[in-house]
């Protein structure tokens, strides 16, 4: 069964930097893309960014230059860097792990329940 564990969020003012972090557990398992994304109020979830497993990267526009994905494969844990926050980058962001068994081609995505981040003075 896989687990994904996120922390780091919380109330910070604007132009404060955060680090959330996901650890995704289940041993058996390979875990490929993982990935960030957010949902604020009222609004739907949308991808944040990406990492695959061979540490190639994908950016919404939006965090450009702001934010930074990084992973430990040995560890299973995927980072996101947050500088130079903003009140729209206020949001619940949600882990998002794609795995499969080794050797197989059948992946699965699993999310995880959620972090807040609050940016506001």
């Excluded at 058996?28 to 695959?52: D, N």
């Excluded at 994905?69 to 130079?84: C, E, F, G, H, P």
């Excluded at 619940?92 to 940016?119: D, F, L, M, R």
Aim: include cysteine.
């Amino acid at each position: 069964q896989v687990q994904l564990v996120e922390s780091g969020g919380g109330l910070v003012m604007p132009g404060d930097s955060l680090r959330l972090s996901c650890a995704a557990s289940g041993s058996i398992f390979v875990f490929h893309t993982m990935g960030w994304y957010r949902q604020a109020p009222g609004k739907q979830r949308e991808l944040v960014a990406v990492i695959t497993s061979g540490g190639t990267t994908n950016y919404a526009d939006f965090v450009k230059g702001r934010f930074t994905i990084s992973r430990d494969n040995a560890k299973n844990t995927v980072y996101l860097q947050m500088n130079s926050l903003k009140p729209e980058d206020t949001a619940i962001y949600y882990c998002k792990a794609e795995y499969g068994y080794s050797g197989s081609p059948t992946h699965y995505s699993y999310w995880g329940q959620g972090t807040q981040v609050t940016v506001s003075s």
